[in-house]
Structures are given as structure tokens and as C-alpha cells.
């Protein structure tokens, strides 16, 4: 076959379809990630918008410009949309556009999980944008502390609109964490050992893995908030046994490792960039990969540090100061690495290089003050004022922005196949390094002088009114600088020169693709033997377009890449991708319906859309799989493999592993919660408790038992390729194990629980017997999903992904049903 001919092959396999049907069933990963970054862009321009009429308000005092109403809607909105609808979706972006053409693969792992990530961010930021633009905005702060955002104090839809449409947000962040984890440790090109990854692969690992365990306790924060404004459940109500201090918990266990999974990335890019412009190797890989372990490990330990003027115990005060400034360790390990990087080498002053520049000297200031701010006696004195405004931009705009607008201009002409050709992005960058520090450096002073946080006026003789005047200033020429910089990428869009394939001379796999990059990324996947094999083999674009490497062929119509070992890099299986669909889009409106039903108190609604969340969840597993083995297959010359769902641990093990790593978070953070209203609540224990459960703690264990054996026996004889009927019966009797631990549940909370209402002991006794329902459900769903797969002859000794992985849903659905009734049972008695 020609390499035109298998380009067009390949582009007819992995290509959108045609026309606006396309624009709801497309997959393809480069068409997501852009669909999240332009997306991303434009919420960053509504926020600065927003900043600048915060500004506005801000430049003068006893400023009319705006009400205090209009204002509290203001800044939360800024805030939310800064972290929620920006920051997050734009590493989304990045990492779903750039991992696959970085590490050699044709597409991310879960294709249309990323469809369905991007839908619901569309989804939840609409509900959030016209929430703004009918004036029903969330006006509680971009933290939502309660009990100002309760239903006493927040009676309208406000934080209804926050709570609902943040959560929406958040499910996109979750499906971007498992695709990138998995697309990361198996979707690699033979011989890419994790020594070889890009460093960039190495910060989104990290930072997926962070998203994954922090955005749990946030999710089961706002879930819980939620109830109790809808229902009354007295999760934060001290008069019936909450504590408002519980969301600040749950909140922050989030928002210290936030402002990590925000640096990360950039930080990763920066890691990329520099050493190019530098043209030179980075020094230090080995240390730089155990910095970002170290970050990611010590910042799920600094919640508090955020909480040092509620009271905390001394001890807890000095542990949590110490650990916070203990974190500035890795991060400086970082910033030498590329300082003696950019020492080595010979840099080259290009526009991605005067970016990075800029966040040397933002960055380090606001690290500078975040260790002022980790030591206690100053942190009572600078909470909530101005300074502390200061340092989170330094931090999050020199940490983030910075790096991301030299990414913007280094990888353009990857994404456009253009290069600049005026000069207006140095004139761009000065006025926002210029107007930043002009509006953020005399925050700090402001905040020193006694400004607060979130005031929306102020009078003459604070003596605050200059300062603040010169800020709003330099608000607006850093403003004019953004639009200065789109001005110049659009100018580059349309009107640019063509770009070389490597404009840059750099080493990653990105820069071996055609201008513009095809649809399937690579004609033939390399074989990768450094960690920069266009440096060691510059002809390796040239060879992989002509079908060189592996998987050099469009067999079938099938879309196809491969699966390699996660540490050696050993390829194992070829991965068959399923191809375009509307089950995400269809799936995503449905969740669409549900959180709007929630939000306008359409609760008989709500339940409709679960039930069709689970049908077009049905349909989405239902349409992969085949009937027949295909055995091993040529994936090069002279090299066979099986298919994935006919290797061990497929991408689906892989999927279901990490979604309940997420659970169990979830789980975790919610017992936390309860061991914390028992111990510093008042009124706990309450009086009336729920009823020691005996019975049925003993009916649910002798149910999960026979359901544990079931689900093993089914899988012995499938791997022994046992005939359907022994198959068939061992699944009935692990459903019907399960089906007795949740009627246990359910018996137990019905006959023996207090009313929710009632106490918080309760409310959250009720949570927990719900969570352990609900996966007990599911652990049904999947047992009978196999059983009917397995009857139409979709499983096999070869093809038994699918039951490996109901096998560990139905595990974790036994564990936390005992784990329920355990803890119900217990807080009875004790």
C-alpha cells in the first residue's frame, strides 16, 4: 500500500462524520481537546470581563458603579469560572489534544468518555453563564461556605445554580482523570518506558491522579449542601447537630491540592518549552519526576492551612504550618532544574521563552508570600484581606497563564501548521506582565494596610484609595494586553506563513506529524528507544508516514493503536477503538435534565433522567464486543497480538479500577465527615439512633458471601471455557447474593433509621445506606449486563474483560454494604 493510499484509508477510518451530524457524534480526541481549550478560552474572557468591572467598582471609593447584590455576584462568578470553567478545562484541553501525538498513540484510551466529558462541560457552564446573564448568578463566594449559602441566608436559586452546575463540571473533570491516567500508562508506543515519557506525560499523570482523589471530597461536599437546602437534611446546621466547619473541610481537602493540579501542567509545559528554547536536554529528569510525586503527595495534607482563624488545636496549627512551607521544597527543586537548564544551554529570547520569563518572576513572588502566608502569626493578621486576593493571583496567573500563553505560541503551529509573522505578541506580553504586577503587587500593600476580601466599597479615609486607583489601572492595560494577544493569534490563524514540521528542533513525537495533524496522528506508531527520538532519528517522520512502524496498515475499517506494558513499555495488544457515536451527547443531556430538574425542585423528574442515564450507559457497553475470538493478529512485520479485550487488563480493568479508587474516596471523605460531627458537633451522639441491625448486618453477609463466590465461580469457568449453563448460574447466584445485601439495606433504613430530617447522625446514616444501595445496584446491573452478554455469545476463555471487571464492582458493592450496616450497627451501640 502507497502512504497516500493509507493516508486515506486512515482519514476515512478515524475521520468525523460529515456535515452537523458530526458536530454531536464526533470522538476523535484532536477535535475534543480543541472543542475544550477554545471553550476554555472563551469562559477566560468572560471572567476577565467580569475582573474588570470588579475593578471598576474598586477604582474609586464610595464607587456607585455597581450594588453590593450585582457585586457578590460579581466576584463569585470570576472566582468559579477562573477555577472551574477555565483552569481545569484547559489542562483538559491540552492533555487531550497533545497526550496521544506526544506518546505515539492514535487516540486517548476512552474516546467516547471524552465526548462526554466535554458535553457536560458545555452543559454545567451554560447552567453557571445564564445563571450570570438573568441575574440568578451564585453570590456566596467561589467557596460557598456555609451557612451563608444555606437556605436561610441564600433563599433564591443562587447557590442551587452553583452547587448543581459545578457538580455537572466536576463529572467532566472525573472522565478526564480516568481517560488520562489510562490513555498514559498503556496507550504509549512500544518501547516508551516510563523513564522515556516526556516529562509532560509525567505532570499530567501526576496532576490526573490528584484530580481523581481531590475533586471527590467536593463532589460529596456540594451533594450533601445541595439536600439539605432541597430536603432540610441537617448536614451544616449546628441547632441539629452539623457544623458549618464540615464544608470547610470538605471544601479544602479539594482546593489546596486545586491550586497544584492547576500548577502542574503548566509546569509540564514549561518542562517542554524550556529546554527547547534552551536547546538543551533538561537537567535533572529523574529529580523533577520525584518532585512532582512529592508535590502531589504532601499538598492532600495542607487543607487546613487555608483554616488557620477557625480555632484550630495548636498542635494541628504547627503541623500544618510546617507542612506548608515544607511543599515549597519540590516546587523549588523544579525551578533550579530549569534555571540550570536554561545555564547550560544557549536560549534563544523567541516569544514562548519571554513568556516563561515572566512566569519565573510572577511565580516565585507569589511562592515567596505563600510561605509568609504558611506561617501562622501572619496569616492571623493577612487572612481574608487583600494580600491574600494577591498571592493566589501570583500564584495561579504566574503559575498558570503565563505558561499557558507560551504554550499557546509553541504549539500553534503544530495546531494551525502557521507561524507568526507581526510582532504584536512582545507587545502583548508586556502589557500584561506590566499591568498585572501594577494591579497585583499593590494588592499586597492594600491588604497590609487593612483592605478585606470581597468588599464592595470603602471610604476615603482608610487611605486605600490610590492604591487601588493605580490597580484598577493596570487591570485595564493588562485587559488590553489579552486582547492584544487574541488580535495576534487570529492574525496568525489567517493570515500567518507556513510552518516547517518542527519549527522548533524539538524531540517529541508531536513534531513527526504532517502540519495540521491527520485525524489519526500517525500512519504507523514508532518504536521509541529515548526519551527524544526525533533527535536520534530525524527521519523517523518521514518512516512512520510511509508505514514503517507499527500497526502500518487500515485492516477492516477498524480504528486501532496499541496497548503496551505501563513500566517496561512492551507492546502487549492492539487496542480497537469504538468509533463515532451520539451516546455521549444523548448521555449528556440526560444528566442535563436530571441537575435541571434538581435545580428548578422538578424532583419527580429527576428520577426519569437517572433511568435514562442507565439506558444509554446499557447501550454504550452493549454496542462494543464481538461474538467470534480473533486470536492474535500481525500489529508490524513479522509481530503478532491479541486484541485488548483478549489480554489481560484491558483498558476497561484499567477504567474500573480507577472509577472506584474515586468511590472510595468519595467513601472515605464521607466517613471523615461523620467522625467529625462525633467528635466536635454538639448534641452527638443524638438520642434517638438508629436500631441495632443484627439480623440483617447477618442476611447481608451471608448474601455477599454467596454473591463473592458466584461471581468467582462465573469466572473460573469462563477462563476454563465452562459452557454457558455453569457460567449462567454461578451469575444468578452472585445476583441474588447481592440482591439480599441490598434488601438488607434498604429493610434496615427503612425499619430502623431515624428520619433524616431530624438530626445530622441520621442524615448522614441515610447518605451512607444510599451509597451502599446505589453500588449494590450497580453491582446488579453489571451481573445481569454479563449474564445476557454471555448468553448472546459475546464472552469467551479469550474475551473476558467484561466479566473481570463486574467481578470488582460487585466486590466493592459487597464491601461497602458491610461496611454500611458495620457502621450503622456500631454507632447504635457505642
Not at 514549561?270 to 512529592?294: E, F, K, N, Q
Not at 496568525?492 to 518542527?502: D, M
Not at 441474588?736 to 445485601?741: D, I, K, T, V
Request: include cysteine.
Amino acid at each position: 500500500m502507497t502512504a497516500l493510499q493509507l493516508h486515506k484509508d486512515l482519514s476515512r477510518i478515524w475521520g468525523s462524520d460529515k456535515g452537523w451530524r458530526g458536530i454531536f457524534t464526533t470522538v476523535n480526541h484532536t477535535t475534543i481537546g480543541k472543542r475544550f481549550i477554545v471553550t476554555a478560552l472563551f469562559y477566560f474572557g468572560v471572567a476577565g470581563i467580569l475582573s474588570m468591572l470588579i475593578r471598576a467598582q474598586l477604582a474609586t471609593p464610595a464607587s456607585a458603579f455597581v450594588g453590593p447584590d450585582v457585586y457578590n455576584q460579581l466576584f463569585t462568578m470570576h472566582g468559579s469560572i477562573m477555577m472551574f470553567l477555565f483552569a481545569i478545562p484547559m489542562f483538559e484541553g491540552l492533555a487531550m489534544y497533545l497526550l496521544p501525538k506526544m506518546l505515539g498513540a492514535r487516540d486517548m484510551a476512552f474516546p467516547r468518555l471524552s465526548a462526554l466529558g466535554w458535553w457536560c462541560y458545555f452543559f454545567g457552564g451554560a447552567i453557571l453563564l445564564v445563571a450570570l446573564l438573568v441575574g440568578a448568578a451564585p453570590d456566596g463566594g467561589w467557596f460557598m461556605y456555609t451557612p451563608l449559602s444555606d437556605k436561610v441566608h441564600t433563599p433564591g436559586i443562587n447557590a442551587d445554580v452553583w452547587l448543581l452546575g459545578v457538580t455537572f463540571v466536576e463529572i467532566s473533570a472525573m472522565c478526564a482523570a480516568i481517560e488520562i491516567i489510562t490513555s498514559i500508562l498503556i496507550l504509549r508506543a512500544p518501547g516508551m518506558r516510563l523513564d522515556r515519557m516526556p516529562l509532560f506525560a509525567w505532570y499530567l499523570l501526576v496532576t490526573a491522579g490528584m484530580m481523581l482523589f481531590a475533586f471527590p471530597p467536593l463532589i460529596l461536599g456540594s451533594i450533601l449542601l445541595e439536600i439539605e437546602r432541597a430536603f432540610g437534611w441537617p448536614f451544616y446546621s449546628i441547632d441539629k447537630g452539623g457544623d458549618p466547619l464540615l464544608w470547610q473541610h470538605l471544601f479544602w481537602l479539594f482546593g489546596h491540592p486545586e491550586v497544584y493540579i492547576i500548577f502542574l501542567p503548566a509546569a509540564g509545559a514549561i518542562s517542554t518549552i524550556l529546554p527547547v528554547m534552551a536547546r538543551t536536554p533538561i537537567i535533572g529528569y529523574g529529580w523533577i519526576v520525584g518532585a512532582i510525586l512529592s508535590l502531589a503527595f504532601l499538598s492532600f495534607g495542607l487543607w487546613v492551612h487555608h483554616m488557620f482563624t477557625t480555632g484550630i488545636p495548636s498542635m494541628a496549627l504547627a503541623f500544618f504550618s510546617a507542612a506548608s512551607g515544607l511543599v515549597a521544597i519540590p516546587t523549588g527543586v523544579q525551578i533550579f532544574a530549569w534555571l540550570g537548564t536554561l545555564w547550560e544551554g544557549r536560549p534563544q529570547l523567541k516569544l514562548p521563552m519571554l513568556y516563561l520569563i515572566g512566569f519565573f518572576v510572577v511565580f516565585v513572588i507569589g511562592g515567596l508570600t505563600g510561605v509568609m502566608l504558611a506561617m501562622v502569626p501572619f496569616d492571623v493578621q493577612a487572612h481574608d484581606t487583600a494580600f491574600v486576593t494577591a498571592h493566589l493571583h501570583y500564584v495561579l496567573v504566574g503559575g498558570f497563564v503565563f505558561p499557558m500563553l507560551a504554550a499557546a505560541y509553541y504549539w500553534l503551529p503544530h495546531i494551525i501548521g502557521r507561524l507568526g509573522i507581526f510582532r504584536l505578541g512582545e507587545a502583548a506580553f508586556w502589557m500584561i506582565f506590566v499591568g498585572f504586577n501594577l494591579t497585583f503587587f499593590l494588592m499586597h500593600l492594600t491588604g497590609l494596610l487593612g483592605m478585606p476580601r470581597r468588599v464592595e466599597t470603602y471610604s476615603w479615609e482608610t487611605g486605600w484609595a490610590w492604591l487601588n486607583l493605580i490597580s484598577s489601572i493596570g487591570g485595564f492595560v493588562m485587559a488590553f494586553g489579552f486582547a492584544l494577544f487574541v488580535i495576534d493569534v487570529g492574525l496568525q490563524i489567517f493570515l500567518g506563513r507556513q510552518a516547517s514540521r518542527n519549527p522548533w528542533g524539538a524531540g517529541t513525537l508531536e513534531w513527526s506529524m504532517p502540519r495540521g495533524s491527520p485525524v489519526y496522528n500517525f500512519a504507523s506508531l514508532p518504536d521509541v528507544r529515548s526519551r527524544d527520538p526525533l533527535h536520534d532519528e530525524p527521519d523517523l517522520a518521514l518512516s512512520l508516514a510511509r508505514g514503517e512502524g507499527w500497526l502500518g496498515m487500515a485492516r477492516a475499517g477498524r480504528r486501532e493503536t496499541l496497548a503496551v506494558d505501563p513500566v517496561s513499555g512492551e507492546a502487549r495488544s492492539i487496542v480497537i477503538l469504538p468509533g463515532n457515536s451520539a451516546l455521549p451527547f444523548v448521555m449528556a443531556c440526560c444528566l442535563a435534565g436530571f441537575f435541571l430538574s434538581m435545580l428548578f425542585s422538578l424532583y419527580p423528574l429527576a428520577p426519569v433522567f437517572l433511568v435514562g442515564v442507565t439506558v444509554i450507559g446499557w447501550m454504550w457497553l452493549w454496542k462494543g464486543g464481538r461474538t467470534r475470538d480473533l486470536g492474535v493478529i500481525e500489529a508490524a512485520d513479522g509481530k503478532t497480538l491479541p486484541v485488548h479485550d483478549e489480554a489481560p487488563q484491558p483498558p476497561a480493568w484499567w477504567a474500573t479500577t480507577l472509577a472506584l479508587a474515586a468511590s472510595g474516596t468519595l467513601l472515605i471523605s464521607l466517613l471523615f465527615g461523620f467522625s467529625f460531627l462525633w467528635t466536635v458537633a454538639p448534641a452527638w451522639p443524638p438520642q434517638i439512633r438508629m436500631e441495632a441491625a443484627l439480623g440483617e448486618l447477618i442476611v447481608a453477609a451471608a448474601g455477599l458471601v454467596l454473591a463473592g463466590l458466584g461471581v468467582r465461580m462465573a469466572t473460573t469457568a469462563v477462563r476454563q471455557g465452562a459452557g454457558p449453563r455453569a457460567r449462567g448460574l454461578a451469575l444468578l447466584m452472585a445476583m441474588a447474593g447481592q440482591a439480599l445485601g441490598v434488601t438488607a439495606l434498604i429493610s434496615t433504613l427503612i425499619l430502623r433509621a431515624p428520619p433524616p430530617s431530624g438530626h445530622a447522625y441520621a442524615a448522614i446514616l441515610w447518605i451512607l445506606f444510599c451509597y451502599a444501595i446505589f453500588h449494590g445496584a450497580l453491582a446488579l446491573l453489571g451481573l445481569a449486563f454479563v449474564f445476557l452478554r454471555g448468553r448472546r455469545g459475546y464472552i469467551s476463555a479469550r474475551r473476558s474483560a467484561a466479566i473481570q471487571s463486574v467481578q470488582l464492582w460487585s466486590d466493592y458493592g459487597s464491601v461497602v454494604t458491610l461496611i454500611a450496616l458495620g457502621v450503622g450497627m456500631i454507632s447504635a451501640v457505642v
